[in-house]
């Protein structure tokens, strides 16, 4: 039996598209990144520096954005510059917070105002390791796209691409200012201006902190 409380996009180009309530919209589209934080053991040395130079030893890994607003604004949404965005006002996208040891059980989330469909081009969802070393397959990342009015959608990082320290998770996009079509990418960059140059995005990167 189909369990259609959940669908998950298990292959590069797998898309579908959210469903709307008739008295509602889309609503809240709530994009949350949960991942396994495993401690290296204070015996295993090897371990220790696999995992990076962190006191916890885990590695730190991001949840964020790029989009592209219908009037052509064009920008990121991240907790590297303190970019966190808005939900309520233009990006009409917000990102929670930062957990930085993966132990929170909430993870991290992203917020896009699905009742401004009109005002969205587009929004690439990515992750990347900020510190520690780039292990995806030791993250176990896991992707999950929530909204009111349908099924939960999961993308799992699964495609491991080991030493590249960004990776392009999903894209949404505007459907005819009615909806979001959600396609899953899972592809691996060597950072930002990378995964930029390859979704066409033209936005100029410099080296940040948070």
Known sequence: MVNLSKIELTKKGQSINLTKSQTQGIGEILVNLNWNQQPAKPSSGFLSSLFGTKSNGGIDLDLGCLYELADGEKSCVQALGNAFGSLNYPPFVGLDGDDRTGMVSGGENLRINGDKVSDIK??????????????????DGIVTINYGTGPSIEVRLNEHRNGKNMCAIAMIENVNNETFKVERLVEYFNGHKDMDKAYKWGLSWRTGQK
């Open 122 to 139: 587009r929004v690439l969802v990515y992750a990347f390791i900020y510190e520690g070393v780039a292990n995806w397959a030791e993250a």
